[in-house]
């Protein structure tokens, strides 16, 4: 791994405008100012893409698939510049620095986690290249079926600003693999980097246009790329809202396939008989303070036996105590700031609020004092929670754990039930039985036992359940979306 070291954020040239045709692109829009959460100050200003600028993106993406043949190109052939792609991704100082001043990742968990997260996700892809196709089918004998899989065209993804850069490679990876060409729009709080990321996959080899990124909201330029009649498909990770808004925007336009990887109030369920405590602790802790809460998946409810009610929370206090807040592009910083004030205001209001209907804070429920002017909240435990408090019933999308505690199997299963989100959830025991009754009864698109927290498998695809979404990323599934498929049926035996 590259050496940790501090950076100085004035020193970074940013890219400022759009990536279009394998180039940056200066439009005369009105500009949207980029914050850094770690102190609140103007990090630089972005253009705002409207339908022209949308369209010029959308056509150039369609030119360029159809005139540089990636649709029709080998899969190895394909794969050979992905994977060059992954490498330069692996290594480039520029991309982890532009990806953690503006975001909420420090430096540190930068290279140690996204940019090889990143790099691998593409290279899985690259790999299922040449092993994602169609089938042959049973049918009579003179005849013979084929179902043959094809490339949509020209796919659009609207990313979020949690992961910019490994929420990129969920997207582009599969789209790209199958042989589309994309465009993206990245949070138009932190674009920085995804306009990195396609620079270097030019650099790479991937040709001109076939990875275009345009910037702006999600009202103008995000409503613009999913109505845009050649876009053939979406791919979205964000709000349950948002998510909701595009299948409607799609299916207006066009009816075109969506994948939606939305919002989550996934449980933490702890039996009485789990096989190591302190690992429970550790796995709660760093399930709910990960990104400060700024997950998806985060486990924000803790539903535990009474009995271990009291060690456990003492245990998940000593290891939050650990995490160090700091500037992002501080090496010793451990701990993330929230992307916004406003982001970091709405956690609180609704911890306040919930205290005000009964809830009791066991730590935290306030900022931390040294950080300045940036948006760190510390990280919060509530307990004597009911389901119709706000950090209950939503999703908080900050390090806010409420605690819920029960007598039997039954009663536990019944409170990790949520009656709007099905994205994740935790299980610790020693009862493998338990543990499978449990992947059973729990609706949630991944269930992890003994652990929480996604792996370097990226075989294993990530969904949700209900209101957290449809569709798949990662592993085979999100290969299988980025491809339509043809039945073919041909009589051979003429006589």
């Given at each position: 791994?590259?050496?940790?070291a501090?950076?100085?954020p004035?020193q970074l040239v940013?890219?400022?405008?759009?990536?279009?045709?394998?180039?940056?692109?200066?439009a005369?829009?009105a500009?949207?100012?980029?914050?850094r959460?770690s102190?609140?100050?103007?990090?630089?200003?972005?253009?705002?893409a409207?339908?022209?600028v949308?369209d010029?993106?959308?056509?150039?993406?369609w030119q360029a698939?159809?005139?540089?043949g990636?649709?029709?190109r080998s899969?190895?052939?394909?794969a050979?510049a992905?994977?060059?792609?992954?490498?330069?991704?692996?290594?480039d100082?520029?991309?982890?620095r532009?990806e953690?001043?503006?975001?909420?990742?420090?430096?540190?968990?930068?290279?140690?986690s996204?940019?090889p997260f990143?790099?691998?996700?593409i290279?899985?892809?690259?790999e299922?290249?040449d092993?994602q196709?169609?089938?042959v089918?049973?049918?009579?004998l003179?005849?013979?079926g084929?179902i043959?899989?094809?490339p949509?065209?020209?796919?659009?993804?609207?990313?979020?600003?949690?992961?910019?850069?490994?929420?990129?490679?969920?997207k582009c990876?599969?789209?790209?693999?199958?042989?589309?060409?994309i465009?993206?729009?990245?949070?138009e709080?932190t674009?920085?980097?995804t306009?990195?990321?396609?620079?270097?996959a030019?650099l790479?080899?991937?040709?001109?246009?076939?990875?275009?990124v345009v910037n702006?909201?999600?009202g103008v330029?995000?409503?613009a790329l999913?109505?845009?009649?050649?876009i053939?498909?979406?791919?979205f990770?964000g709000?349950?809202?948002t998510g909701?808004?595009?299948?409607?925007?799609?299916?207006?336009?066009?009816?075109?396939p969506v994948?939606?990887?939305?919002?989550?109030k996934?449980p933490?369920?702890?039996?009485?008989?789990?096989?190591?405590?302190?690992?429970?602790?550790?796995?709660?802790?760093?399930?709910?303070?990960?990104n400060?809460?700024?997950?998806?998946?985060?486990?924000t409810r803790?539903?535990?036996?009474?009995?271990?009610?009291?060690?456990?929370?003492?245990?998940?206090?000593?290891e939050?105590?650990?995490?160090?807040?700091g500037?992002?592009?501080?090496?010793?910083?451990?701990?993330?700031?929230?992307i916004?004030r406003?982001?970091?205001?709405g956690?609180?209001d609704?911890?306040?609020?919930?205290?005000s209907?009964?809830a009791?804070?066991l730590?935290?429920?306030?900022f931390?004092?040294?950080?300045?002017?940036?948006?760190f909240?510390?990280?919060?435990?509530?307990?004597s929670?009911?389901a119709?408090?706000p950090v209950v019933?939503?999703?908080?999308?900050?390090?806010?754990?409420?605690?819920?505690?029960?007598?039997?199997?039954?009663?536990?299963?019944?409170l990790?039930d949520?009656?709007?989100?099905g994205?994740a959830?935790?299980v610790?025991?020693?009862?493998i039985g338990?543990?499978?009754?449990?992947?059973?009864?729990?609706?949630?698109?991944?269930i992890w036992v003994?652990?929480?927290?996604?792996?370097g498998?990226?075989?294993?695809?990530?969904g949700?359940?209900r209101?957290?979404?449809?569709?798949?990323?990662?592993?085979?599934k999100?290969?299988?979306?980025?491809?339509?498929?043809?039945?073919?049926?041909?009589?051979?035996?003429?006589?």
């Amino acid at each position: 791994m590259t050496k940790v070291a501090d950076f100085d954020p004035q020193q970074l040239v940013l890219p400022l405008s759009h990536f279009i045709g394998g180039r940056y692109l200066v439009a005369d829009e009105a500009n949207i100012t980029v914050l850094r959460p770690s102190d609140g100050l103007p990090l630089g200003t972005i253009g705002e893409a409207g339908e022209e600028v949308v369209d010029l993106a959308v056509r150039n993406a369609w030119q360029a698939w159809r005139e540089s043949g990636w649709g029709q190109r080998s899969p190895r052939e394909r794969a050979r510049a992905m994977f060059a792609w992954a490498d330069l991704i692996a290594k480039d100082m520029e991309l982890a620095r532009l990806e953690a001043v503006s975001s909420t990742r420090p430096i540190s968990q930068v290279l140690a986690s996204d940019l090889p997260f990143t790099a691998e996700a593409i290279r899985f892809f690259a790999e299922l290249a040449d092993k994602q196709g169609g089938e042959v089918a049973a049918t009579r004998l003179d005849t013979i079926g084929m179902i043959a899989s094809e490339p949509y065209g020209v796919v659009g993804a609207i990313t979020p600003w949690n992961f910019p850069l490994s929420m990129a490679s969920w997207k582009c990876g599969p789209a790209l693999a199958a042989g589309n060409a994309i465009v993206v729009k990245p949070s138009e709080m932190t674009p920085f980097s995804t306009l990195r990321m396609a620079e270097l996959a030019v650099l790479a080899g991937i040709p001109e246009g076939v990875f275009n990124v345009v910037n702006g909201t999600g009202g103008v330029t995000g409503a613009a790329l999913v109505r845009h009649p050649i876009i053939s498909k979406i791919s979205f990770t964000g709000s349950t809202k948002t998510g909701a808004q595009i299948m409607t925007a799609a299916a207006q336009s066009g009816i075109k396939p969506v994948t939606l990887e939305l919002g989550g109030k996934s449980p933490q369920l702890v039996f009485e008989n789990v096989p190591d405590l302190a690992h429970a602790a550790r796995c709660v802790a760093s399930g709910f303070t990960a990104n400060a809460g700024q997950a998806c998946v985060s486990g924000t409810r803790l539903i535990v036996h009474r009995r271990l009610v009291e060690p456990l929370i003492d245990s998940i206090i000593g290891e939050v105590q650990k995490l160090r807040p700091g500037l992002t592009w501080s090496a010793a910083s451990s701990y993330s700031p929230i992307i916004s004030r406003a982001q970091a205001m709405g956690i609180s209001d609704r911890v306040e609020q919930s205290v005000s209907q009964g809830a009791e804070v066991l730590f935290g429920g306030d900022f931390f004092a040294e950080t300045g002017n940036g948006f760190f909240y510390r990280p919060t435990i509530v307990s004597s929670v009911s389901a119709q408090m706000p950090v209950v019933r939503e999703e908080l999308f900050g390090p806010v754990l409420t605690v819920q505690t029960f007598e039997d199997e039954e009663e536990g299963l019944a409170l990790a039930d949520h009656p709007t989100y099905g994205l994740a959830a935790g299980v610790h025991t020693s009862d493998i039985g338990q543990a499978l009754r449990a992947t059973r009864r729990i609706a949630a698109g991944t269930i992890w036992v003994n652990r929480y927290g996604r792996s370097g498998d990226m075989i294993m695809p990530t969904g949700g359940f209900r209101s957290s979404g449809i569709g798949k990323d990662l592993g085979r599934k999100a290969m299988e979306a980025n491809l339509q498929y043809k039945s073919v049926l041909i009589d051979f035996d003429q006589r």
